[in-house]
């Protein structure tokens, strides 16, 4: 078999792979991991807060927001989507009060799907 066979051989596999499982070639992003974790009870304000998804996400449409028990926005507006690892956000915060924060964010997976979410960490005075 030629080397140009052996790829349109290839090509036609990958092809027929993407129609028949597009759920699996095109995965919705689904966050995976944050710092400060889900739920934390802190001692002291994290200097800044990260997610993680599964997946790279896109470059546009993305946000991330540190709202207070109040509803007032309290991050440095400053997010980040890292170069080399696109699956990871994250924005600087000021020296937070303690109290209950709420963290939303927006992505849009690769498979162009909008995917939005929030959680929760609080911080105790020590
Ligand atoms: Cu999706």
Redesign the pocket.
Known sequence: MTHYQANKLFSGFILLTALAMPSLSFA?AKMVRSSPDQNAVLTESPKQVDVWFDDKVGTEYKALAVIDSKGVRVDNKDLVQETFDSAHLYTTVPLLPPDTYTVRYRVV?I?T?IVTGKYQFTIKAP
Do not use: G, M, V
Request: glycine share 0%; net charge negative.
């Open positions: 919705h997976s498979d799907h």
